[in-house]
């Protein structure tokens, strides 16, 4: 059935460790996002790409890094360089292509030990 | 001050109770506005969304948007204990390629 996947939905590593978050999605659509969500601060988006190869940053993009060769796919590292990466990680799709809603993935919680 | 403010609660109703959750914003360029439900540990899902003002209904949901005083409100009207949840506006601007602006979320907890 149609969706997104995310994977791991849970991950613990040590600091100092690159980890990659994936996120593939069988819908055909072009635009994908990742947001991290923190307690009492909302969803802040992290990086978008509205099309193969091509990619922005977002608000929150420092210490992060994504790649989209394939539409399906738009994986996020969390390199070492993020401060304070302890964080519940979620990829979304553009549904709407005129009016914008997002479908969002089931999440991925990271724990930086 | 943030783009986008929401009451975090707790709320907490009575099953059968109206519920309004409400987001207040600065930025008059918002001209799309969600109300998204997001249970514990689970990614949002999208419940209503609205462009420009005024109303819309779908089931026991009614949103509200008025935009001449920066104000977004959604109804639960006969809460069930299934809906308690977090509650998450969110707004973008026209022609933003979907860069949502979004509430801290509003928990919402329906007692039975």
């Known amino acids: 059935d149609g969706g997104i996947t995310q994977s791991p939905k849970y991950l613990f590593r040590k600091e100092g460790q690159n980890v990659t978050l994936s996120c593939e999605q069988n819908?055909?659509?072009?635009?994908m996002y990742w947001y991290r969500q923190d307690p009492g601060q909302g969803l802040r988006l992290i990086y978008y790409?509205?099309?193969?190869?091509?990619?922005q940053k977002g608000d929150i993009a420092e210490g992060y890094s994504v790649s989209r060769e394939k539409k399906e796919s738009f994986p996020l590292t969390v390199t070492s360089a993020q401060k304070n990466p302890t964080a519940f990680y979620l990829c979304?799709?553009?549904?709407?292509?005129?009016?914008?809603?997002?479908?969002f993935g089931e999440g991925s919680r990271l724990t930086v030990l | 001050q943030k783009e986008v403010e929401q009451d975090p609660g707790p709320l907490s109703v009575p099953e059968g109770a109206i519920v309004s959750l409400n987001c207040t914003y600065s930025?008059?360029?918002?001209?799309?506005f969600m109300w998204y439900r997001q249970y514990s540990r689970k990614g949002p899902e999208l419940l209503m969304y609205?462009?420009?003002?005024g109303n819309k209904e779908d089931g026991r949901f009614t949103a509200q948007v008025d935009k001449s005083s920066k104000y977004i409100s959604l109804f639960i009207r006969d809460s069930q204990p299934s809906d308690s949840a977090t509650y998450l506006c969110?707004?973008?601007?026209?022609?933003?390629?979907?860069?949502?602006?979004f509430g801290t979320g509003t928990r919402l907890q329906v007692t039975l």
């Open positions: 930025n008059s360029a918002f001209q799309y």
């Open positions: 979304a799709i553009r549904q709407g292509p005129n009016t914008g809603e997002l479908f």
């Open positions: 609205t462009y420009s003002s």
């Open positions: 969110a707004m973008r601007e026209t022609g933003t390629a979907s860069k949502l602006t």
């Open positions: 790409s509205q099309i193969v190869n091509d990619f």
């Open positions: 819908l055909n659509h072009d635009a």
